[in-house]
Structures are given as structure tokens and as C-alpha cells.
């Protein structure tokens, strides 16, 4: 079966998100999600329209939501299990800086080696959707009423942004030699808070390293595995760059046995990651 259904019902979704982002308010309401994060009323309605779209789709078997604390099954018949993240960095919203949704699509069930497509939208200055299947990662970008595919997406050998994320007095010492090894050989610093716009920017500006590394008062990382960490893998194995834990095994070995389960988390181009390698003697 075609992966156009579930994609067709992304793109439904960004719309809608979109419109509620622009036009809702931004409130929060009184309650958190699985992780402990204070939900915003925008990361529910989010939720909610995202899971009413993929409940459209039969051949969607199972859902698992960043917001929700468990998986849910939609349709006992179908194949296709769907992690997702429908508002990641909301919290920047209200200072009007770019947010995304990020999916996994996962084909019999929710392990990294299932994945068979990923997708991610950017709610910025301009609503952009990328998709990672088949070998390729394309670029869409919305205007005039639709949206209009762009080159397709590869990372560089080496790239020259830094996206060192983390609280850095917790960082260990040995990664904070690796994030300032790279500014000194010029590197820049490209970093928002928002996974999906600082992700997207390296992609898109030819490459440079992305980290969120275990510190001393998060251990295990911050980003979730499921629905940020393997989606976000995939893609940038796909556009040609790699992604590795802190001990160098690639992201998309790991296993994942809560929905919620976080993981240090590097994704780069080529270059990059051997540095990380080497500072982490792995
Ligand atoms: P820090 C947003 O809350 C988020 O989950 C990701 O989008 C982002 O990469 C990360 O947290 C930022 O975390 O600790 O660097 O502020």
C-alpha cells in the first residue's frame, strides 16, 4: 500500500494546526502531558486534529502521541503505527518563533528498524513540509493554495552550524571541548529551542551538528525517541548525514520500550559526528 494516504492526511493536519496556531489562544491548560510538560490548549487541539485525521485511514493501525500517555488503536486491520509530536516547542509560539509537528511512520509496530517513512511541517514565516521515504527526502514549501515540491534535500560532508542544545553548566565536560571545538574552527550558532527549525535549518543550509546530549540533570537526554529522536534519525540518514546516541550506535538501533522514553541524541553531517565520536571516545 501507499504511503499517499497518511501523507494526504498530514498535509490536512498542517492546515488546520496552522490556522489554530494563528488564530487560538495560547493558554495553558490545567493539566500536563506524559513527560510532565504543561500542555497549551493549542498542544491539545493539535492533538486532537491530528488523531481525527489518521482515524479517517484504516489502514492506520495504531496511534502514539507526545501528548497522549499511551498508544491508542485506531483500526485493529491496519499496518501502518504512527508516532507523532503535533506541536513540538509550543512553548515558542508566544514569542512568534517557528514550531513543528514531527511523525514517524512505522510499518507492524513502534522499533526504530519498523520505520519505513518520517515527515516533519515547519510553522514558520512560511508553512514547509518535508517528507524522508524511499531514499529520498523532499522538500515542499506552501504557496498559492498548494504545495510546491523543492530540490530534494542532502547534507554535505561537512557543514557550519552548531545546534548545541541542553542546559550547558549541566553539560559534561568532554562534550562542552567538542560544542566549543567547533566554534573554534568557525562554526555558527543556529539555535531556537525548537527541534524542528533548528533541524531543518541544517538540513536545508548544508549541514553542521545538532546535539542534545545526556547532562547531569537529564542523563537520558530530553528528546523522545519515538516521535522526535527516530523520526529525525531517519531523515537525516536518508539526506545523507548520520545520527548516533553517546555511544556511537546509530539512533535507529536503539531500542524503545515506552513511547516516552527519551535518548542523548546527535545528528550531523559526516564530519560532525566523527567529532563527536572522538570526544566521546566511541
Ligand atoms: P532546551 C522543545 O521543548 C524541545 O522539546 C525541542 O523542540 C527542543 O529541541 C528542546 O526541547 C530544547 O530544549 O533544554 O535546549 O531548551
Not at 130 to 135: C, E, H, L, M, R
Not at 195 to 210: A, E, R, S, T, Y
Request: negative net charge.
Amino acid at each position: 500500500m501507499t504511503l499517499q494516504p497518511i501523507f494526504d492526511a498530514i498535509e490536512r493536519s498542517a492546515h488546520r494546526i496552522r490556522d489554530a496556531i494563528t488564530n487560538e489562544d495560547l493558554c495553558y491548560a490545567d493539566q500536563c502531558n506524559a513527560t510532565g510538560d504543561t500542555q497549551l490548549k493549542l498542544d491539545i487541539q493539535s492533538d486532537l486534529i491530528i488523531a481525527e485525521e489518521f482515524s479517517k485511514i484504516t489502514a492506520i493501525k495504531a496511534i502514539a502521541s507526545e501528548e497522549k500517555e499511551e498508544a491508542e488503536t485506531l483500526h485493529a486491520e491496519g499496518r501502518y503505527m504512527i508516532a507523532y509530536d503535533p506541536l513540538d516547542g509550543s512553548s515558542l509560539i508566544d514569542v512568534n518563533l517557528s514550531v513543528g509537528s514531527i511523525f514517524g511512520i512505522y510499518d507492524g509496530a513502534f522499533e526504530a528498524s519498523k520505520m519505513v517513512a518520517s515527515v516533519y511541517v515547519v510553522y514558520g514565516p512560511r508553512l514547509e513540509l518535508v517528507t524522508a521515504y524511499k531514499g529520498s527526502v523532499r522538500h515542499f514549501i506552501f504557496r498559492h493554495g498548494r504545495f510546491d515540491e523543492q530540490e530534494t534535500i542532502t547534507l554535505k560532508e561537512k557543514g557550519k552550524l552548531n545546534a548545541p542544545g541542553g542546559t550547558q553548566q549541566h553539560w559534561p565536560a568532554h562534550h562542552k571541548a567538542m560544542v566549543d571545538g567547533l566554534f573554534s574552527e568557525g562554526y555558527r550558532l543556529r539555535y531556537s529551542g525548537g527541534m524542528v527549525p533548528d533541524l531543518h535549518q541544517i538540513l536545508l543550509k548544508g549541514g553542521g551538528l545538532f546535539s542534545y546530549p545526556g547532562t547531569t540533570d537529564k542523563p537520558e537526554g530530553k528528546l523522545r525517541k519515538l516521535f522526535e529522536v527516530f523520526p529525525f534519525a531517519f531523515v537525516y540518514e536518508t539526506a545523507g548525514g548520520e545520527a548516533i546516541n553517546h555511544e556511537g550506535r546509530r539512533l535507529l538501533e536503539l531500542p524503545c520500550n515506552d513511547p516516552h522514553e527519551t535518548t542523548p541524541c546527535f545528528f550531523g553531517s559526516k564530519y560532525e559526528i566523527a567529532k563527536v565520536k572522538e570526544a566521546y571516545g566511541v
